[in-house]
């Protein structure tokens, strides 16, 4: 029986819809990419956009096996996912391996020092700070974009070369060829994928006030490592809407995550009761979406280099004081944390 393939039986309905919605989604939005008409162009985008933003936070939900019983049937979902969220030029397991090293070690452990790489490559810094303030996200592609070439940059990865170039000729082949075919669908895919992008780091900007540890291929160990009280008091819940909870769905109730590192193993759609069993309906524990969206803004030059001692924001707060100054939107968020850059 289906359900009982499921982690819970209320998986089936809940996984199953996003699934399904993402899948069908993507489809329809990239044959919208091709019609003829402005607006069915616009709305293709967006909905591409938006299937590539579920399809990313079940990538999420497969690493911390919240949907079925069995750890490979989530492995096999989670890399259908990341064909469809663009993530699949590394593997699904170095996604949840560093994702759980995340979790377990109460830090944004990484491998590659992007501050570091800024300093040492002034041009691309001033290059990515114009293009951030446009809005357009420098930052991330640069990531990505490493991504795409994962196993000949890092040298923990190069027994992966062969499926790494596999991937590139298949996905780069295809976005060549559309790219002669149809050049007009091709520039709306790239920007449906930035806009995902976007939409991922925008909720992932403000969730955290961890710097990061160049630890992901060492064994140095994270100081605050199983430390359940620190890791709450430096989490912090970004909900699109408290009132309305039906909005969360648009980024599966991702926001809630105080909760979700409290429960990481509870599925998305049990984050809103886990959050009111800890909080209640106490508004002050949140930041409002005006503020994310404020400090979003105001934020996006100069927190590229945020951690930096360099940088000119270096003393932010922290804990309790930066959930205090982030709803007043006194902080300027992280960048490039993103669950699906696995490094």
Not at 77 to 97: K, M, N, P, V
Not at 173 to 200: D, E, R, T
Not at 246 to 252: G, S, V
């Amino acid at each position: 029986m289906l359900q009982a393939a499921f982690r819970e039986a209320e998986g089936l309905a809940y996984h199953g819809a996003a699934v399904a919605y993402s899948a069908v989604a993507y489809a329809i939005g990239i044959a919208g990419l091709f019609h003829p008409t402005i607006w069915v162009n616009v709305c293709a985008t967006l909905l591409l956009a938006h299937a590539m933003t579920i399809a990313a936070y079940m990538v999420h939900e497969c690493g911390h096996n919240t949907v079925f019983r069995r750890i490979r049937h989530n492995q096999y979902l989670g890399r259908f996912l990341t064909w469809i969220c663009g993530a699949s030029y590394g593997t699904f397991e170095d996604i949840r391996y560093k994702h759980m090293r995340h979790h377990v070690d109460n830090d944004d452990v990484v491998w590659f020092d992007y501050e570091q790489f800024f300093l040492n490559h002034p041009i691309v810094l001033r290059a990515t700070r114009v293009l951030e303030w446009f809005y357009i996200p420098a930052h991330d592609l640069i990531m990505h974009g490493i991504m795409l070439f994962t196993s000949f940059i890092i040298p923990e990865r190069r027994d992966q070369r062969r499926r790494n170039v596999a991937v590139l000729v298949i996905r780069g082949g295809a976005f060549l060829a559309l790219l002669v075919w149809q050049p007009k669908a091709a520039v709306l895919y790239c920007v449906a994928y930035m806009i995902m992008m976007q939409i991922l780091r925008f909720t992932d900007s403000l969730q955290h006030d961890y710097a990061y540890r160049l630890n992901l291929y060492t064994d140095e160990r994270s100081p605050q490592k199983g430390d359940n009280e620190w890791e709450q008091e430096h989490t912090f819940s970004v909900p699109l809407s408290l009132r309305h909870g039906w909005i969360n769905w648009l980024t599966l109730n991702f926001g809630y995550h105080n909760a979700h590192h409290a429960r990481s193993t509870a599925p998305w759609y049990r984050l809103p009761e886990i959050h009111r069993d800890m909080y209640g309906d106490n508004p002050r524990v949140v930041i409002p979406l005006s503020r994310q969206l404020a400090i979003f803004h105001r934020g996006r030059v100069r927190r590229i280099i945020k951690w930096n001692e360099q940088a000119a924001d270096a003393r932010t707060p922290t804990g309790k004081e930066f959930l205090s100054a982030a709803r007043l939107a006194k902080v300027d968020g992280g960048n490039a944390a993103s669950f699906l850059t696995s490094f």
